[in-house]
């Protein structure tokens, strides 16, 4: 399940930083031109470079700022993330006058370059320093709400520390308003996936009503969203053994006093159908989950679960599968 969709958004955000303004006070007629020279240049990679290339030149400038932050956005937006991440680990030798507003574009621009770059160590930097000037910009909540649900720890205590603070992230980041500039189409899948985190987060936890909430929550965002029905149907397939555990006690039960009252024998009798009922229910759910996954394509594990519920419950069968399938996706 990509996280393209953060990715996209961070593009577009990165995009949207505010270039600065013209230095007035350049009196050398060199550095001026040079200076002219990044001011005038459209290709924004190449804007980076000569701005690099200005403040090793003139390492008096008085133009310092606007120069590095020629070579910050340059680079960023033009797509040399390698460059961009290198220009925000050295601003403080490169831009150590910078303000607080400069310092945030840099965490900014370092964390979209990070991200590009997976450099999974610095995303993860930049995203913290990020909500520490800011709890709720949305790149660095987006950034880290993919590293903490994506790399969970084996060790159960530590595991559950970090499905918590992932939840709280990814719910946070939800809460956040659509960002000036962006377009719903943008904007869609990036609630999507969001929800689908916090669906894979709760099935973690083996907290599965709230598994299906969350994934319903991407569908009514996205109804052809494999991912939600995948994992939709694994939390459905996790709830039918504890129901066929209770529905064979509920035989037990009934054989064990199938003898005695006929009051009670009718009561074990309904209670043990209902089980039945109810286990059989919550499989067909999760069948039915699991064949919209595989109608929509794109989970290639779905296959493998629809098949092996729809074995054990056809007798090792698969005769009709496909008809299934064709149903599930007309119902899409």
């Known amino acids: 399940m990509t996280r393209s969709a953060y990715w996209g958004l961070i593009l577009l955000l990165l995009g949207m930083l505010a270039v600065p303004a013209y230095a007035q006070d350049i009196t050398d007629p060199k ?14 990679a190449k804007k980076g470079e000569l701005a690099e290339k200005f403040l090793a030149d003139f390492p008096k400038t008085t133009a310092r700022i606007q120069a ?3 070579a910050l956005l340059g680079y ?10 290198d220009i925000a680990e050295k601003q403080p030798t490169l831009a150590p006058a910078a303000d607080d507003k400069l310092k945030l574009m ?26 520490t000037a800011n709890p709720n ?18 060790a159960e205590a530590p595991r559950q520390a970090q499905i ?3 939840l709280e992230i990814t719910n946070r980041a939800l809460k956040q308003p659509m960002p000036q500039g962006v377009q719903p189409a943008d904007w869609n899948p990036v609630q999507v996936q969001l929800n689908r985190t916090v669906c894979q987060l709760h099935l973690n936890q083996k907290k599965y009503e709230e598994t299906i909430t969350a994934c319903q929550q991407a569908l009514k965002l996205n109804s052809k969203d494999a991912g939600s029905y995948y994992l939709t149907g694994l939390a459905l397939k996790y709830q039918v053994p504890p129901l066929q555990d209770s529905y064979r006690s509920a035989i037990d039960e009934y054989n064990a ?10 009561e074990l009798k309904a209670k043990s159908d209902a089980m039945l009922a109810a286990a059989e229910a919550k499989l067909d759910e999760a069948i039915g989950a699991f064949a919209k996954a595989v ?3 794109g989970i290639n594990e779905a296959r493998t679960e629809l098949e092996n519920l729809y074995k054990g419950k056809n007798n090792g069968s698969i005769d009709g599968l496909d008809a299934l399938i064709a149903q599930k996706k007309a119902e899409l």
């Open 31 to 44: 550095e001026y031109d040079a200076y002219k020279a990044i001011f005038d240049e459209k290709d924004q």
């Open 68 to 70: 590095y932050t020629f």
């Open 76 to 85: 960023a937006q033009g797509g040399v993330w390698a460059k961009a991440l």
């Open 106 to 131: 840099v965490i900014q621009v370092g964390l979209g370059a990070a991200q590009q770059l997976k450099n999974v160590a610095k995303t993860q930097e930049y995203a913290e320093k990020s909500l």
């Open 137 to 154: 910009d949305l790149n660095a909540l987006l950034a880290l709400s993919g590293i903490l649900s994506s790399s969970l720890p084996t």
């Open 164 to 166: 918590t603070r992932a």
């Open 257 to 266: 006093n199938r003898t005695g009252d006929p009051a009670l024998v009718a």
């Open 295 to 297: 109608a929509i394509g």
